[in-house]
């Protein structure tokens, strides 16, 4: 059974920094193109940013040039670096990815920023 486990998160002040982690358990594929999202309550969940097999990258317009995409394919894991966190980064952060078989997401993490 393939499941994302997210690690990472928590709080921190602005223009802080935080990592997050999301390494696929239960397989061994690599799938080609990642996601992260973000939610707040009673907001849409929006993308953040992804990563495809190949390493091309996208990112919304609100995290350019502050959050970095990657992914270490021997350890099928995926990360999203957060460097100068402002408060509207406030949410909790969820990756995603699929296969053929299915759409996969992993559980979320909160991340939290304020003074």
């Known amino acids: 059974q393939v499941q994302l486990v997210q690690s990472g998160g928590g709080r921190v002040q602005p223009g802080g920094s935080l990592r997050l982690s999301c390494a696929a358990s239960?397989?061994?594929?690599?799938?080609?193109?990642w996601r992260w999202y973000r939610q707040t309550p009673g907001s849409q969940r929006e993308e953040v940013a992804s990563?495809?097999?190949?390493?091309?990258?996208i990112y919304a317009d609100f995290v350019k040039g502050r959050f970095t995409i990657s992914r270490d394919y021997a350890k099928g894991t995926v990360y999203l670096q957060m460097n100068s966190l402002k408060p509207e980064d406030t949410a909790i952060y969820l990756c995603?990815?699929?296969?053929?078989?299915?759409?996969?997401w992993g559980r979320g993490t909160q991340v939290t920023v304020s003074p």
């Open positions: 990563i495809t097999g190949s390493g091309s990258t």
């Open positions: 239960g397989t061994t594929f690599n799938f080609p193109t």
């Open positions: 995603n990815t699929w296969s053929a078989r299915d759409v996969y």
